[in-house]
């Protein structure tokens, strides 16, 4: 096309639109006459002013069809005309060059990016600086479309002024732009794609973000701090997207308090379409008087009221006087639109099981004692209402009226046709009747002490006795329970199962059989009721149903085992405190919204979801924990970063209803190496766990194992895999890249293979017959409900040396120069050397402190000094003393007080106003029984189920390797030398023969004897093997001594004799255990049938470790297993492990002497190999 200048005078210029041409006689393009000037665009005649344009293509074959324009005289000139020109890349082959000829009888070949296409192709107005491609559909909702931001550039916007000068100059084509001028270049994240290089045709925008503006990490933390650019780079890089948020978190003495906004005549400012709330991210535009969602995308108009003008920067002059402006988290005070009803009064309902085991474990006394003391911090103060419901076999009301001189019981025995005898005074205000209430809770322990009744309870009426008083107020329900409910509604039978226990079909008896109580807790959840469950279990209560109660309704579940008055009460009447008079937010709904492109996929904690992202949430509190999965919706996400913002709508304890908003924007990359250096390696573990439960719930145990490990693996093989080139938002494959050397770990990551290792052998996910499902089950809770400064420890508990502890361990450390993790509590105590978790580690004469974060364990050696021991103990040996009588004396000498302010540290949590103690267990060496459940938490030694026959040095050389490791000689990949470790409990006694190498489930070698009496993992008994004894202790058969299980007791049958396991506790003031003195959680009588939950009975020879420790490890006589001597040395083996020196995890500062010459590099955390057995005599001093 010729350009004709604009400015002539010609009559034509009416005339400016292009005519069809007539049909030409020879079947071929011929161009439409002149239109008789040049007032327009036309082209110009055949054959006049040669070179002035392009000239037509010479007729081909008749009915050939188009053919590309052959160079013309005046071509050289055009050419150098282009050359000056700033148009996009010239074709290949030279500047302005004429395209290739196409086959005669065919189109023109369509114009690669930057050429020019043949004339009598260009649409209409593709004239001048148009935006890539041809006109398309309007872009999808949440694009950005609007008018850019100061000083942005924006391609799709036609610049007015006349067209590029020069005869003859073409139309710029789809995919033709002018060059931005170099002030105008938007530059991109790093590691960002290029703007406008969106293969998805989406448009990425760049704003002026400040990064620095974040979440307190109390209250939120993303498992990386960059979203990665595509799924396909999420999907190669294996990092686990998502967050952990923690919404009402204490505030710590030294942490910044959250401002509260009163919103103004304009109230809040929120998003009309996706309704965010208004935050430091939004972008303004049109000089303030307009926002753009950084969710959506969507234009909004600022509200006069709220109007302010921008400075330089496009930012808001007033952004730091408005803390929703500049802040990450800000709290707003919430108008009457946002009620559905006034706030309503804090109101607190106790529903107590007054049962024969209840009254005489201490249980209802401790109950009683720890409401009685939080009745004057209870939140709500002069609006705070109470009631109280007991329960047996019958439901028993309480009149409180304030006009009466003591409580009037009122008892509803007709379990079917339960009614309410009185509609009034059930639920009081404190502050009137608190003479009546507090003569009630003096009286109820020894109310029902004259007859109790035995083992028998309606928890479900209760419970909906207790619906039916609160519904029209909710609140906060908290519930106790000794024994299984076996009455009216909600009853439940035993479903323990041996059989099942360490297979595939133990998820069974972790799922809930009936849906009573899931149905019962949606509808507390619609009425605002959420329930707290204090459960004291002295045998099998299927806490996988009662667990949906507080599961649904926000609450959290408190198992107390073998519940003991004189050790446990403390710490139960601290958590009861801690729970009834911490911050609570009642009413609460929650919702998290991310950056069109990415999603919310799954959420994680205690809560009810109504459609499908709305977590009702009747009561929250700072214990309550909630985490949820990121993932992309689409090929690229349109911004350089990703917002999240998390809204807590609720009311507060003095009847505000406030709306907490947490905000915080990741930035986007495209290299997978910076997003690996962004990992949090806490964080993700937290997620991790909480992924895991929800995968043992819906598979089995296995399959969560099995995902942790590969998750793992694929981190660590994405992570030394390094930065991938990316075209489309696809990965480019790679050459083989060998240099020869084992690429290490990312400093960040190095400890996430010692914590999968030690999630895969926790008590939530540990394969064996050893784990009740009960406590597998409180374990799922515990999870869902932790903070990452619990969960650390949870997973990799601390291990310290107390025999040998420094001169200055126990005091007050002044030193500002000692890192954090060496210094527990508000006074700073300086902690012991922490040690690996390895019985490698401990020795005869030592003293050692395990804390896992919820309980505590005390090792003591039979060689310890015996000054120590006194101090700690009372007695200068622990022979023939039972453990489970002591009790830890913190406030003796100086060594027992330096001992006492170490344990208390540990748990003097500096943000946390309530101090809840923990129970201490003390384990003696040799005791098999109760040494069997410390050894659980060696995690660096090899277990005897599947995943967890690894050791850490075994685990690091898999991971190294990809998950490829060949399997080691003897076992299947990744078992250690010599096979599979004896069998759970204990290796084989005398006269045994060790087990035999081969895989799980599979038949005994030829020639071997049968493995230890434990079935072969996933499958029925093996050949000659007995089945599982009925009424063991999960783990194994009864040790020498002890008596034959009762036929009655067996696991899923009848309930107990009253004389039997699980009986109600003898009447008596040390409320001590049940009769009999079988423990659950502790060690049984070793002639009695041993209870759930505690450790297994002794193996045939006295104590090995049982399935956590190393075969050598023998504690007396002589050592019943070896490895086989097909078995490799230990010198061949490959080195495994980040490289020396990597960090230990937190608290680790024992080191460990170098191998010797020729042995293998040691594993990290500085591990060498185990030793050769011992000779008889116990561990190595």
Request: proline share 16%; glycine share 12%; charged share 15%.
């Amino acid at each position: 096309l010729a350009v004709v200048d604009n400015n002539s005078n010609n009559n034509s210029d009416n005339n400016m639109s292009f005519q069809p041409p007539p049909p030409p006689n020879n079947g071929g393009f011929r161009p439409p006459p002149p239109p008789g000037g040049g007032g327009g665009f036309a082209p110009p005649p055949p054959g006049k002013r040669p070179g002035a344009g392009f000239a037509p293509p010479p007729p081909g074959r008749p009915g050939a069809g188009f053919a590309p324009p052959p160079p013309a005289a005046g071509m050289g000139q055009l050419n150098r005309d282009m050359g000056k020109m700033s148009f996009a890349p010239p074709p290949p082959g030279g500047a302005g060059g004429p395209p290739p000829p196409a086959a005669a009888g065919g189109p023109p070949p369509p114009a690669a990016p930057g050429q020019f296409a043949p004339p009598g192709v260009q649409p209409p107005g593709a004239f001048g600086n148009q935006s890539r491609g041809p006109p398309g559909p309007p872009a999808a909702p949440g694009m950005f479309q609007q008018p850019q931001a100061p000083g942005m550039f924006n391609p799709g916007a036609a610049k007015p002024g006349p067209p590029p000068p020069g005869p003859g100059a073409p139309p710029a084509p789809g995919g033709m732009q002018q060059q931005q001028p170099p002030q105008q270049q938007p530059q991109g994240m790093p590691g960002a794609a290029p703007m406008g290089a969106n293969p998805a045709g989406t448009q990425q925008f760049m704003e002026k973000i400040d990064y620095s503006i974040t979440i307190p990490e109390r209250l939120f933390r993303f498992t990386a701090s960059k979203i990665p650019q595509s799924p396909a780079m999420a999907t190669s890089s294996k990092i686990p997207l998502g967050g952990i948020l923690r919404p009402l978190a204490p505030c710590g003495e030294d942490d910044e308090e959250i401002d509260t906004v009163q919103p103004g005549s304009a109230g809040i400012i929120r998003c009309k379409r996706c309704r965010t709330y208004i935050n430091a991210f939004v972008s303004w535009l049109e000089h303030g008087r307009r926002w753009r969602c950084n969710i959506c995308a969507q234009m909004n108009d600022t509200p006069a009221a709220y109007f302010c003008h921008l400075d330089d920067e496009g930012l808001r002059r007033d952004r730091f006087e408005r803390p929703e402006l500049s802040k990450g988290v800000v709290e707003f005070l919430a108008p009457a639109e946002y009620m559905v009803r006034p706030p309503q009064e804090p109101s607190y309902f106790f529903v107590i099981d007054v049962s024969a085991t209840a009254v005489r474990s201490g249980m209802l006394h401790a109950a009683s004692n720890a409401i009685r003391k939080s009745l004057d911090d209870l939140p709500g103060r002069s609006r705070t209402k109470i009631g109280f419901i007991t329960f047996d076999n019958s439901v028993h009301y309480y009149n409180l009226g304030s006009d009466l001189s003591q409580p009037q019981m009122l008892v509803v025995s007709d379990l079917k046709e339960l009614f309410v005898p009185l509609p009034d005074n059930l639920l009081v205000n404190l502050e009137e009747s608190r003479d009546v209430v507090e003569t009630f809770l003096d009286n109820l322990p020894d109310m029902f002490a004259k007859n109790p009744v035995v083992s028998q309870s309606c928890l479900g009426p209760a419970l909906k006795a207790a619906f039916t008083v609160m519904k029209q107020v909710g609140g906060k329900m908290c519930v106790f329970q000794t024994v299984m409910p076996n009455m009216g509604d909600g009853s439940l039978k035993p479903r323990e199962n041996q059989a099942i226990m360490g297979t595939p079909q133990e998820v069974k008896v972790l799922r809930p059989e009936t849906p009573w109580y899931k149905d019962t807790a949606i509808e507390f959840s619609r009425q605002q009721i959420s329930v707290d469950m204090f459960l004291f279990p002295y045998q099998y209560m299927d806490l996988s149903a009662m667990g949906e109660l507080p599961k649904m309704t926000a609450g959290n579940m408190h198992s107390y085992v073998m519940f003991n008055f004189d050790k446990d009460s403390q710490r139960f009447e601290e958590q009861l405190n801690k729970t009834l008079t911490q911050e609570t937010a009642f009413e609460s709904v929650m919702r998290i919204r991310c950056t069109k492109g990415m999603r919310i996929t799954n959420f994680y904690g205690n809560f009810y979801i109504r459609g499908t992202d709305l977590m009702a949430l009747p009561n929250v509190n700072s214990e309550s924990v909630f985490g949820f999965d990121l993932m992309h919706d689409e090929i690229n996400v349109a911004s350089t970063y990703v917002t999240v913002q998390a809204a807590l709508l609720y009311t507060s304890g003095s009847g505000q209803r406030r709306i907490r908003v947490m905000t915080q924007a990741l930035p986007i990359t495209g290299l997978t190496s910076e997003l690996v250096e962004s990992v949090d390696a806490q964080a993700t573990c937290n997620l991790l766990c909480k992924q895991a439960v929800d995968v043992s719930m819906k598979t089995n145990i296995d399959q969560a194992r099995m995902r942790l490990q590969q998750t793992c693996v694929d981190i660590m093989r994405g992570a030394k895999g390094g930065d991938k080139r990316t075209v489309s938002g696809y990965t480019v494959p790679q050459g083989p890249q060998d240099d020869g050397e084992e690429k290490p770990i990312p400093e960040n990551l190095e400890l996430i293979p010692l914590y999968t290792l030690a999630m895969m052998k926790n008590v939530a996910f540990r394969g064996g017959t050893d784990v009740h499902p009960d406590e597998r089950i409180q374990a799922f809770h515990q999870m869902y409900s932790m903070w990452t400064n619990v969960s650390k420890y949870f997973i990799y508990p601390r291990l310290f040396s107390l025999h040998d502890m420094s001169a200055d361990a126990g005091f007050c450390c002044e030193d500002d120069d000692v890192p954090d993790e060496n210094v527990a509590g508000r006074r700073d105590i300086l902690l012991p050397d922490t040690l690996p978790l390895s019985v490698d580690n401990l020795s005869s004469d030592g003293i050692y402190l395990l804390d896992n974060g919820i309980e505590m364990y005390i090792w003591v050696g039979r060689s310890a000094d015996q000054n120590l021991v006194n101090s700690l103990f009372g007695a200068p040996s622990l022979d023939n003393v039972d453990p489970a009588q002591l009790q830890v004396d913190t406030e003796g000498d100086e060594y027992a007080t330096r001992v006492g302010d170490i344990i208390y540290s540990l748990r003097d949590d500096l943000a946390d106003p309530f101090f809840v103690s923990s129970r201490i267990q003390i384990v003696r060496e040799g005791d098999g029984q109760m040494e069997a459940r410390f050894f659980w938490f060696m995690v660096e030694d090899p277990a005897s189920f599947q995943g967890g026959t690894f050791s850490y040095e075994d685990f690091m050389h898999f991971v190294q390797q990809g998950g490829n490791a060949a399997p080691t000689a003897g076992g299947p990949r990744g078992m250690p030398p010599g096979g599979m470790p004896p069998g759970r409990p204990g290796p084989p006694g005398p006269g045994m023969a060790p087990p035999a190498p081969q895989q799980y489930g599979g038949p005994p070698g030829s020639g071997m004897a049968p493995p230890a009496p434990q079935q072969q993992y996933g499958g029925p008994p093996g050949p000659g093997m007995a089945p599982p004894a009925p009424q063991q202790q999960y783990g194994g058969p009864p040790g020498p001594g002890m008596a034959p299980p009762a036929p009655q007791q067996q696991y899923g049958g009848p309930p107990a004799q009253p004389s039997a396991y699980g009986g109600p506790p003898p009447p008596n003031n040390s409320m001590a255990f049940p009769p009999g003195g079988q423990q659950y959680g502790g060690p049984p009588p070793p002639a009695q049938p041993s209870s759930y939950g505690g450790p297994p009975p002794p193996a045939a020879t006295s104590g090995p470790p049982m399935g956590g420790a190393p075969p050598p490890r023998q504690m007396g006589g002589p050592p019943a297993y070896s490895a086989p001597a097909s078995a490799p040395p230990m010198a061949s083996r490959p080195p495994a492990g980040p490289p020396r020196g990597a960090p230990p995890p937190p608290g680790r500062t024992a080191a460990r002497p170098p191998p010797p010459r020729g042995a293998a590099p040691p594993p990290p955390r500085g591990r060498a190999p185990p030793p050769p057995p011992p000779p008889p005599g116990g561990y190595r001093r």
